[in-house]
Protein backbone atom coordinates (compact mmCIF):
# COMPACT_ATOMS: atom_id res chain seq x y z
CA UNK A 1 0.00 0.00 0.00
CA UNK A 2 1.81 3.11 -1.05
CA UNK A 3 1.61 6.24 0.65
CA UNK A 4 1.26 10.06 -0.22
CA UNK A 5 4.84 11.81 0.59
CA UNK A 6 4.45 15.66 1.78
CA UNK A 7 6.11 17.60 -0.38
CA UNK A 8 9.97 19.01 1.57
CA UNK A 9 8.95 22.62 2.22
CA UNK A 10 12.47 24.83 1.47
CA UNK A 11 13.24 27.32 4.49
CA UNK A 12 10.78 30.48 4.29
CA UNK A 13 9.05 28.70 1.85
CA UNK A 14 5.12 29.37 1.79
CA UNK A 15 2.47 26.95 1.21
CA UNK A 16 -0.98 27.66 -1.14
CA UNK A 17 -2.78 28.32 1.67
CA UNK A 18 -0.66 30.72 3.26
CA UNK A 19 -0.21 32.60 0.16
CA UNK A 20 -3.33 32.76 0.03
CA UNK A 21 -4.18 33.90 3.33
CA UNK A 22 -1.09 36.72 2.95
CA UNK A 23 -3.11 37.75 0.11
CA UNK A 24 -6.11 38.02 1.97
CA UNK A 25 -4.94 40.49 4.80
CA UNK A 26 -3.11 42.56 2.65
CA UNK A 27 -6.01 43.03 0.21
CA UNK A 28 -7.90 44.02 3.17
CA UNK A 29 -5.31 46.17 4.97
CA UNK A 30 -4.67 48.44 1.44
CA UNK A 31 -9.14 48.35 1.07
CA UNK A 32 -9.22 49.84 4.29
CA UNK A 33 -6.37 52.76 3.33
CA UNK A 34 -8.27 53.86 0.42
CA UNK A 35 -11.53 53.93 2.72
CA UNK A 36 -10.07 56.25 4.80
CA UNK A 37 -8.63 58.04 2.08
CA UNK A 38 -11.23 58.66 0.47
CA UNK A 39 -13.24 59.65 3.20
CA UNK A 40 -13.52 63.30 3.97
CA UNK A 41 -11.28 64.68 6.42
CA UNK A 42 -13.05 66.18 9.64
CA UNK A 43 -13.53 69.96 9.77
CA UNK A 44 -10.49 71.66 12.20
CA UNK A 45 -6.89 72.52 12.32
CA UNK A 46 -4.82 71.00 9.52
CA UNK A 47 -2.40 68.28 10.34
CA UNK A 48 0.40 70.33 10.18
CA UNK A 49 -1.08 72.92 12.26
CA UNK A 50 -1.94 70.58 15.11
CA UNK A 51 1.25 68.44 15.02
CA UNK A 52 3.58 71.96 15.43
CA UNK A 53 0.58 73.17 18.19
CA UNK A 54 1.11 70.40 20.27
CA UNK A 55 5.01 69.79 19.46
CA UNK A 56 5.76 73.63 20.53
CA UNK A 57 3.55 75.06 22.52
CA UNK A 58 5.09 74.14 25.81
CA UNK A 59 8.26 75.02 24.42
CA UNK A 60 7.76 78.23 23.69
CA UNK A 61 5.90 79.28 26.37
CA UNK A 62 8.64 80.81 28.16
CA UNK A 63 9.33 82.50 25.00
CA UNK A 64 6.15 84.07 25.27
CA UNK A 65 6.34 85.10 28.97
CA UNK A 66 9.51 86.80 27.93
CA UNK A 67 8.02 88.52 25.14
CA UNK A 68 4.95 90.11 27.00
CA UNK A 69 7.29 91.36 29.80
CA UNK A 70 10.20 93.26 27.42
CA UNK A 71 6.95 94.91 25.58
CA UNK A 72 4.70 95.27 28.42
CA UNK A 73 4.32 98.58 28.08
CA UNK A 74 3.07 98.54 23.89
CA UNK A 75 -0.33 98.32 23.79
CA UNK A 76 0.17 96.90 20.14
CA UNK A 77 3.57 94.77 19.43
CA UNK A 78 5.00 94.71 15.84
CA UNK A 79 7.93 91.72 16.51
CA UNK A 80 10.58 90.75 13.76
CA UNK A 81 11.19 86.93 13.96
CA UNK A 82 13.90 86.18 11.67
CA UNK A 83 17.55 84.33 11.34
CA UNK A 84 21.06 84.87 10.36
CA UNK A 85 21.33 82.70 7.85
CA UNK A 86 18.88 80.45 6.24
CA UNK A 87 17.31 77.15 7.35
CA UNK A 88 17.91 78.59 11.08
CA UNK A 89 13.85 77.45 12.30
CA UNK A 90 12.65 81.01 12.32
CA UNK A 91 8.99 80.51 10.82
CA UNK A 92 8.69 77.54 13.03
CA UNK A 93 8.89 79.46 16.29
CA UNK A 94 7.00 82.03 14.66
CA UNK A 95 4.02 79.75 14.15
CA UNK A 96 4.26 77.96 17.32
CA UNK A 97 4.71 81.53 19.23
CA UNK A 98 1.79 83.15 17.36
CA UNK A 99 -0.20 80.41 18.30
CA UNK A 100 0.62 80.30 22.06
CA UNK A 101 -0.10 83.99 22.13
CA UNK A 102 -3.71 83.54 20.54
CA UNK A 103 -4.71 79.88 22.39
CA UNK A 104 -5.33 81.60 25.34
CA UNK A 105 -8.42 83.40 24.13
CA UNK A 106 -7.21 86.79 25.47
CA UNK A 107 -4.85 88.40 22.50
CA UNK A 108 -5.34 88.72 18.49
CA UNK A 109 -2.62 87.77 16.79
CA UNK A 110 -1.67 88.35 13.20
CA UNK A 111 1.49 86.37 11.12
CA UNK A 112 2.67 88.38 8.21
CA UNK A 113 4.31 86.09 5.61
CA UNK A 114 7.16 88.23 4.35
CA UNK A 115 9.55 85.38 3.67
CA UNK A 116 9.88 85.89 -0.08
CA UNK A 117 12.72 83.52 -0.52
CA UNK A 118 10.80 80.94 1.37
CA UNK A 119 7.12 81.90 2.09
CA UNK A 120 5.18 79.08 4.47
CA UNK A 121 2.69 80.17 6.72
CA UNK A 122 -0.05 78.98 4.58
CA UNK A 123 0.98 75.71 4.25
CA UNK A 124 1.85 75.05 8.19
CA UNK A 125 -1.67 75.90 8.61
CA UNK A 126 -3.32 74.89 5.53
CA UNK A 127 -4.53 78.02 4.10
CA UNK A 128 -5.04 79.63 0.37
CA UNK A 129 -1.60 81.62 -0.25
CA UNK A 130 -2.68 83.31 -3.55
CA UNK A 131 -3.67 86.35 -2.03
CA UNK A 132 -1.37 88.10 0.42
CA UNK A 133 1.41 91.01 0.53
CA UNK A 134 2.54 90.88 -2.78
CA UNK A 135 -1.12 91.74 -4.00
CA UNK A 136 -1.07 94.63 -1.28
CA UNK A 137 1.73 96.01 -2.45
CA UNK A 138 1.22 96.13 -5.61
CA UNK A 139 -2.14 97.80 -5.24
CA UNK A 140 -4.69 95.06 -6.05
CA UNK A 141 -6.32 94.33 -3.12
CA UNK A 142 -6.05 95.65 0.63
CA UNK A 143 -4.08 94.74 3.64
CA UNK A 144 -7.56 93.71 4.98
CA UNK A 145 -9.14 91.97 3.04
CA UNK A 146 -6.17 89.91 2.24
CA UNK A 147 -6.04 88.23 5.64
CA UNK A 148 -7.16 84.89 6.07
CA UNK A 149 -8.44 83.17 10.01
CA UNK A 150 -6.99 80.39 10.65
CA UNK A 151 -8.39 77.34 12.63
CA UNK A 152 -7.35 78.34 15.47
CA UNK A 153 -9.48 81.13 17.72
CA UNK A 154 -7.66 84.96 17.54
CA UNK A 155 -5.18 83.49 15.14
CA UNK A 156 -4.82 85.00 11.36
CA UNK A 157 -2.60 84.58 8.79
CA UNK A 158 -1.85 87.03 5.81
CA UNK A 159 0.28 85.42 3.31
CA UNK A 160 2.98 86.37 0.98
CA UNK A 161 1.06 85.39 -2.35
CA UNK A 162 2.74 84.78 -5.35
CA UNK A 163 4.57 88.16 -6.64
CA UNK A 164 7.99 88.02 -6.61
CA UNK A 165 9.30 91.76 -4.91
CA UNK A 166 12.32 92.89 -4.95
CA UNK A 167 13.47 93.18 -1.56
CA UNK A 168 14.41 97.35 -1.73
CA UNK A 169 10.42 97.54 -2.33
CA UNK A 170 9.14 94.65 0.33
CA UNK A 171 11.16 95.56 3.16
CA UNK A 172 11.81 99.41 2.07
CA UNK A 173 9.39 102.22 4.09
CA UNK A 174 6.31 101.56 1.58
CA UNK A 175 6.39 98.01 1.71
CA UNK A 176 5.82 95.54 4.68
CA UNK A 177 6.13 98.22 7.12
CA UNK A 178 3.14 100.01 5.86
CA UNK A 179 0.68 97.42 5.79
CA UNK A 180 1.75 96.50 9.38
CA UNK A 181 0.91 100.28 10.07
CA UNK A 182 -2.41 100.14 9.19
CA UNK A 183 -3.22 96.63 10.37
CA UNK A 184 -1.52 96.81 13.81
CA UNK A 185 -4.49 98.66 15.97
CA UNK A 186 -6.48 95.57 15.05
CA UNK A 187 -4.34 93.32 17.02
CA UNK A 188 -2.48 93.15 20.12
CA UNK A 189 0.19 91.17 18.51
CA UNK A 190 1.72 91.20 14.61
CA UNK A 191 4.39 88.73 14.40
CA UNK A 192 6.66 89.17 11.04
CA UNK A 193 8.30 86.27 9.20
CA UNK A 194 11.25 87.18 7.06
CA UNK A 195 14.24 86.28 4.88
CA UNK A 196 17.76 85.42 6.78
CA UNK A 197 19.56 88.62 7.22
CA UNK A 198 22.49 87.85 5.66
CA UNK A 199 21.29 86.65 2.87
CA UNK A 200 18.68 89.62 2.55
CA UNK A 201 20.30 92.56 3.85
CA UNK A 202 17.80 94.50 3.23
CA UNK A 203 15.44 93.18 5.91
CA UNK A 204 17.46 94.77 8.69
CA UNK A 205 15.54 98.37 7.13
CA UNK A 206 12.19 96.65 8.63
CA UNK A 207 13.55 95.71 11.63
CA UNK A 208 14.28 99.38 12.60
CA UNK A 209 10.71 100.06 11.98
CA UNK A 210 8.85 97.71 14.08
CA UNK A 211 8.68 97.22 18.40
CA UNK A 212 11.71 94.36 18.50
CA UNK A 213 13.47 91.53 17.01
CA UNK A 214 13.88 88.13 17.66
CA UNK A 215 16.77 86.53 16.53
CA UNK A 216 16.83 82.59 16.08
CA UNK A 217 20.05 80.68 16.00
CA UNK A 218 20.34 76.82 15.43
CA UNK A 219 22.20 74.64 17.76
CA UNK A 220 25.38 72.92 16.30
CA UNK A 221 25.08 75.11 12.92
CA UNK A 222 24.79 79.02 13.53
CA UNK A 223 28.58 80.10 14.52
CA UNK A 224 29.35 83.03 16.33
CA UNK A 225 31.11 85.53 14.51
CA UNK A 226 27.77 84.67 11.78
CA UNK A 227 25.18 85.89 15.07
CA UNK A 228 27.25 88.71 15.32
CA UNK A 229 27.39 89.71 11.99
CA UNK A 230 23.50 89.78 12.14
CA UNK A 231 23.35 91.53 15.48
CA UNK A 232 25.72 93.89 14.14
CA UNK A 233 23.73 95.19 10.76
CA UNK A 234 20.34 95.20 13.34
CA UNK A 235 22.03 97.21 15.26
CA UNK A 236 23.15 99.58 12.95
CA UNK A 237 19.27 99.75 11.75
CA UNK A 238 17.99 101.62 15.08
CA UNK A 239 16.58 97.96 15.76
CA UNK A 240 15.81 96.76 19.14
CA UNK A 241 17.18 93.23 19.77
CA UNK A 242 14.82 91.45 22.31
CA UNK A 243 16.77 88.53 22.42
CA UNK A 244 18.14 85.23 20.89
CA UNK A 245 16.41 82.00 20.45
CA UNK A 246 18.79 78.70 20.21
CA UNK A 247 16.44 76.45 18.50
CA UNK A 248 17.16 72.40 18.40
CA UNK A 249 19.20 72.19 21.31
CA UNK A 250 19.76 68.39 22.76
CA UNK A 251 19.50 67.80 26.11
CA UNK A 252 21.96 65.77 27.97
CA UNK A 253 19.13 64.58 29.86
CA UNK A 254 15.30 64.60 28.95
CA UNK A 255 13.70 67.85 28.33
CA UNK A 256 11.18 67.30 30.98
CA UNK A 257 13.20 66.31 33.45
CA UNK A 258 15.75 69.69 32.69
CA UNK A 259 12.84 71.87 33.49
CA UNK A 260 11.91 70.76 37.12
CA UNK A 261 16.21 70.85 37.92
Known sequence: MSQTREPVRREG?????????????????????????????????????????????????????????ALARVAHRVVVITSAIPEEGS???????????????????????ANVRRPALD???????????????TGRTE??????????PGLSVLPMGGENLLPAHLFGPEGVASIVAGLREHYHYV???????????????????????????RAGRTKRETLLKARNLLQRSGAHVLGVVLNRRRYVIPSAVYKRI
Do not use: H, W, Y
Not at 30 to 38: I, K, T
Not at 123 to 137: E, N, S, T, W
Not at 143 to 152: G, I, N, Y
Open 91 to 113: TTILAALGFNLAVRGTSRVLLVD
Open 191 to 217: LVDTPALLAVPEVAVLAGEVDGVILVA
Open 123 to 137: KIFGLPGDVGVGRVL
Open 13 to 69: EETAGETEARGRRARAFFGARSLRRARPRAEGPPPTAELLAERLQSECENLRSALEI
Open 143 to 152: AAMAVVSTPF
